[in-house]
Protein backbone atom coordinates (compact mmCIF):
# COMPACT_ATOMS: atom_id res chain seq x y z
CA UNK A 1 0.00 0.00 0.00
CA UNK A 2 2.92 1.84 -0.05
CA UNK A 3 4.57 4.44 2.88
CA UNK A 4 1.73 6.30 3.36
CA UNK A 5 -1.30 5.34 5.56
CA UNK A 6 -4.64 4.89 4.30
CA UNK A 7 -7.01 7.06 5.82
CA UNK A 8 -9.49 6.25 7.56
CA UNK A 9 -12.88 7.62 8.62
CA UNK A 10 -15.00 5.74 11.21
CA UNK A 11 -18.64 5.40 12.09
CA UNK A 12 -19.88 4.69 14.61
CA UNK A 13 -23.16 5.57 17.17
CA UNK A 14 -20.94 4.25 20.51
CA UNK A 15 -17.79 6.05 21.68
CA UNK A 16 -16.86 3.66 23.39
CA UNK A 17 -16.38 1.31 20.74
CA UNK A 18 -15.24 4.39 18.02
CA UNK A 19 -12.40 4.56 20.73
CA UNK A 20 -11.78 0.64 20.67
CA UNK A 21 -11.37 0.77 16.96
CA UNK A 22 -9.07 3.96 16.44
CA UNK A 23 -7.24 2.25 19.76
CA UNK A 24 -6.31 -0.34 17.57
CA UNK A 25 -6.06 1.11 14.51
CA UNK A 26 -3.33 3.24 15.80
CA UNK A 27 -1.14 0.44 16.63
CA UNK A 28 -1.09 -0.45 12.38
CA UNK A 29 1.35 1.53 10.50
CA UNK A 30 -0.51 1.22 7.29
CA UNK A 31 -4.08 2.88 8.28
CA UNK A 32 -4.56 6.54 10.28
CA UNK A 33 -8.09 7.17 11.26
CA UNK A 34 -8.19 10.79 10.00
CA UNK A 35 -12.36 11.61 11.41
CA UNK A 36 -15.04 9.99 13.72
CA UNK A 37 -18.54 10.41 12.67
CA UNK A 38 -21.38 9.63 15.24
CA UNK A 39 -23.87 8.96 12.32
CA UNK A 40 -24.93 8.56 9.05
CA UNK A 41 -25.32 12.39 7.95
CA UNK A 42 -21.78 13.37 9.91
CA UNK A 43 -20.67 10.56 7.69
CA UNK A 44 -21.59 11.65 4.36
CA UNK A 45 -20.77 15.07 4.77
CA UNK A 46 -17.18 14.08 5.88
CA UNK A 47 -16.98 11.67 3.34
CA UNK A 48 -17.68 14.38 0.97
CA UNK A 49 -14.94 16.68 2.35
CA UNK A 50 -12.26 14.58 3.46
CA UNK A 51 -12.30 11.68 1.19
CA UNK A 52 -10.82 9.52 2.70
CA UNK A 53 -9.10 6.07 1.37
CA UNK A 54 -11.32 3.90 3.34
CA UNK A 55 -14.70 4.19 5.57
CA UNK A 56 -16.20 1.74 8.51
CA UNK A 57 -19.76 2.64 8.91
CA UNK A 58 -21.85 0.90 11.58
CA UNK A 59 -25.42 -0.24 10.21
CA UNK A 60 -27.93 0.86 13.13
CA UNK A 61 -27.12 4.75 13.36
CA UNK A 62 -29.58 7.83 14.57
CA UNK A 63 -30.53 10.46 11.99
CA UNK A 64 -29.52 8.14 8.88
CA UNK A 65 -28.50 3.93 9.05
CA UNK A 66 -24.95 2.66 7.37
CA UNK A 67 -27.04 1.04 4.48
CA UNK A 68 -28.78 4.91 3.27
CA UNK A 69 -24.98 6.58 4.32
CA UNK A 70 -23.46 4.39 2.18
CA UNK A 71 -25.90 4.99 -1.16
CA UNK A 72 -25.12 9.04 -0.55
CA UNK A 73 -21.44 8.32 -0.15
CA UNK A 74 -21.42 6.44 -3.08
CA UNK A 75 -23.34 8.74 -5.32
CA UNK A 76 -20.94 11.66 -4.26
CA UNK A 77 -17.71 10.03 -4.19
CA UNK A 78 -17.54 6.69 -6.23
CA UNK A 79 -14.61 5.89 -5.73
CA UNK A 80 -14.93 5.81 -1.88
CA UNK A 81 -14.10 2.34 -0.31
CA UNK A 82 -17.05 1.69 2.18
CA UNK A 83 -16.77 -1.61 5.06
CA UNK A 84 -19.60 -2.30 6.94
CA UNK A 85 -18.09 -3.35 10.73
CA UNK A 86 -21.19 -4.22 12.65
CA UNK A 87 -23.17 -6.76 14.81
CA UNK A 88 -25.60 -6.82 12.54
CA UNK A 89 -25.48 -10.33 10.18
CA UNK A 90 -29.29 -9.96 8.64
CA UNK A 91 -28.72 -10.98 4.88
CA UNK A 92 -31.20 -7.89 3.43
CA UNK A 93 -29.13 -5.67 5.08
CA UNK A 94 -25.60 -7.33 3.75
CA UNK A 95 -27.32 -7.57 0.42
CA UNK A 96 -28.51 -3.74 0.19
CA UNK A 97 -25.04 -2.07 1.43
CA UNK A 98 -23.45 -4.32 -1.16
CA UNK A 99 -25.86 -3.11 -3.73
CA UNK A 100 -25.48 0.19 -2.74
CA UNK A 101 -21.67 0.28 -3.17
CA UNK A 102 -19.80 -1.17 -0.18
CA UNK A 103 -16.87 -3.21 -0.79
CA UNK A 104 -16.97 -5.23 2.24
CA UNK A 105 -19.13 -6.31 5.20
CA UNK A 106 -17.61 -7.32 8.74
CA UNK A 107 -19.20 -7.98 11.72
CA UNK A 108 -17.45 -6.62 14.92
CA UNK A 109 -16.19 -9.90 16.31
CA UNK A 110 -13.91 -10.18 14.06
CA UNK A 111 -10.30 -11.26 15.48
CA UNK A 112 -8.24 -7.70 14.93
CA UNK A 113 -5.68 -9.94 12.90
CA UNK A 114 -8.26 -10.75 10.16
CA UNK A 115 -9.53 -7.26 10.54
CA UNK A 116 -6.64 -5.71 9.49
CA UNK A 117 -6.00 -8.48 6.52
CA UNK A 118 -9.49 -7.63 5.04
CA UNK A 119 -8.89 -4.00 5.62
CA UNK A 120 -5.80 -4.69 3.60
CA UNK A 121 -7.22 -6.60 0.89
CA UNK A 122 -10.12 -3.43 0.51
CA UNK A 123 -7.28 -0.78 0.10
CA UNK A 124 -5.54 -3.28 -3.01
CA UNK A 125 -9.13 -3.31 -4.72
CA UNK A 126 -10.56 -6.55 -2.99
CA UNK A 127 -14.03 -7.11 -1.34
CA UNK A 128 -14.05 -8.16 2.12
CA UNK A 129 -16.64 -10.52 3.97
CA UNK A 130 -17.15 -12.03 7.17
CA UNK A 131 -17.28 -16.13 6.55
CA UNK A 132 -20.82 -16.49 8.41
CA UNK A 133 -22.41 -13.74 5.53
CA UNK A 134 -20.77 -14.81 2.84
CA UNK A 135 -23.19 -17.41 1.76
CA UNK A 136 -26.52 -15.50 2.49
CA UNK A 137 -24.89 -12.94 0.06
CA UNK A 138 -23.86 -15.62 -2.43
CA UNK A 139 -27.20 -17.22 -2.52
CA UNK A 140 -28.98 -13.71 -3.11
CA UNK A 141 -27.21 -13.29 -5.93
CA UNK A 142 -27.06 -16.40 -7.46
CA UNK A 143 -30.87 -16.28 -6.72
CA UNK A 144 -31.17 -13.13 -8.64
CA UNK A 145 -29.50 -14.28 -11.45
CA UNK A 146 -31.28 -16.96 -11.80
CA UNK A 147 -34.96 -14.93 -11.64
CA UNK A 148 -32.82 -12.95 -14.73
CA UNK A 149 -32.28 -16.07 -16.66
CA UNK A 150 -36.36 -17.37 -16.24
CA UNK A 151 -37.67 -13.55 -16.91
CA UNK A 152 -34.89 -13.79 -20.32
CA UNK A 153 -35.73 -17.25 -21.67
CA UNK A 154 -39.64 -17.16 -22.84
CA UNK A 155 -41.00 -19.79 -20.42
CA UNK A 156 -38.33 -21.99 -21.38
CA UNK A 157 -35.51 -23.31 -18.63
CA UNK A 158 -33.56 -20.49 -17.98
CA UNK A 159 -29.69 -20.38 -19.75
CA UNK A 160 -26.69 -21.16 -17.62
CA UNK A 161 -24.81 -17.56 -17.89
CA UNK A 162 -21.41 -19.35 -17.32
CA UNK A 163 -19.36 -21.58 -19.62
CA UNK A 164 -19.39 -25.33 -18.49
CA UNK A 165 -17.46 -26.12 -15.27
CA UNK A 166 -15.69 -28.63 -16.98
CA UNK A 167 -13.40 -26.73 -18.87
CA UNK A 168 -11.83 -25.24 -15.24
CA UNK A 169 -8.44 -27.57 -13.94
CA UNK A 170 -8.94 -28.83 -10.53
CA UNK A 171 -6.52 -25.52 -9.24
CA UNK A 172 -9.47 -23.04 -10.78
CA UNK A 173 -12.48 -25.18 -9.06
CA UNK A 174 -10.30 -25.06 -5.27
CA UNK A 175 -10.17 -20.91 -6.16
CA UNK A 176 -13.39 -21.00 -6.85
CA UNK A 177 -14.44 -22.97 -3.32
CA UNK A 178 -12.26 -20.43 -1.62
CA UNK A 179 -13.32 -17.37 -3.30
CA UNK A 180 -16.98 -18.51 -1.78
CA UNK A 181 -15.98 -18.80 1.40
CA UNK A 182 -14.84 -15.27 1.55
CA UNK A 183 -11.12 -15.55 1.46
CA UNK A 184 -8.85 -12.93 1.03
CA UNK A 185 -5.84 -13.14 -2.13
CA UNK A 186 -3.24 -13.52 0.30
CA UNK A 187 -5.34 -16.19 2.20
CA UNK A 188 -5.63 -18.04 -0.98
CA UNK A 189 -2.05 -17.74 -1.92
CA UNK A 190 -1.12 -19.31 1.37
CA UNK A 191 -3.46 -22.40 0.70
CA UNK A 192 -2.70 -22.77 -2.60
CA UNK A 193 1.17 -21.80 -1.99
CA UNK A 194 1.13 -19.18 -4.66
CA UNK A 195 2.13 -15.33 -4.79
CA UNK A 196 -0.38 -12.58 -4.05
CA UNK A 197 0.60 -11.77 -7.72
CA UNK A 198 0.12 -15.13 -9.31
CA UNK A 199 -3.67 -15.27 -7.59
CA UNK A 200 -4.69 -12.25 -8.94
CA UNK A 201 -3.27 -13.07 -12.81
CA UNK A 202 -5.13 -16.47 -11.60
CA UNK A 203 -8.60 -14.87 -10.44
CA UNK A 204 -8.24 -12.24 -13.38
CA UNK A 205 -7.99 -15.29 -16.26
CA UNK A 206 -10.81 -17.12 -14.33
CA UNK A 207 -13.10 -14.13 -14.61
CA UNK A 208 -12.20 -13.35 -18.38
CA UNK A 209 -13.08 -17.33 -19.02
CA UNK A 210 -16.68 -17.39 -17.03
CA UNK A 211 -17.43 -13.92 -18.27
CA UNK A 212 -17.78 -12.43 -14.80
CA UNK A 213 -16.70 -8.54 -13.33
CA UNK A 214 -16.47 -9.30 -9.77
CA UNK A 215 -15.42 -11.87 -7.19
CA UNK A 216 -19.03 -11.60 -5.97
CA UNK A 217 -20.06 -13.32 -9.13
CA UNK A 218 -17.24 -15.82 -9.15
CA UNK A 219 -18.55 -17.00 -5.55
CA UNK A 220 -22.11 -16.95 -7.31
CA UNK A 221 -20.47 -19.55 -9.94
CA UNK A 222 -19.18 -21.27 -7.43
CA UNK A 223 -22.26 -21.93 -5.43
CA UNK A 224 -24.00 -22.41 -8.55
CA UNK A 225 -22.12 -25.20 -9.55
CA UNK A 226 -21.81 -26.81 -6.45
CA UNK A 227 -18.19 -25.47 -5.28
CA UNK A 228 -19.34 -23.54 -2.64
Not at 70 to 90: G, N, Q, W, Y
Not at 177 to 200: C, D, F, H
Amino acid sequence: MGDTPSRILLVDDQVLYREAVRSLIDRWSEFEVVAEASDGAEAVELACALKPDLILLDVRMPKMDGVEATRRIIRHVPDAKIVMLTVESDKDHVFEALQNGARGYLLKDTPARKLHDRLRSVVQGEMALSESVTAPVVDEFARLRASAGCAASDGGAAAHPYRDDQRLSERDKTMLRLIAQGKTNEEIGAELYLSVGSVKKQLSSLMLQLGVDNRVQLAVYAVKAGLG
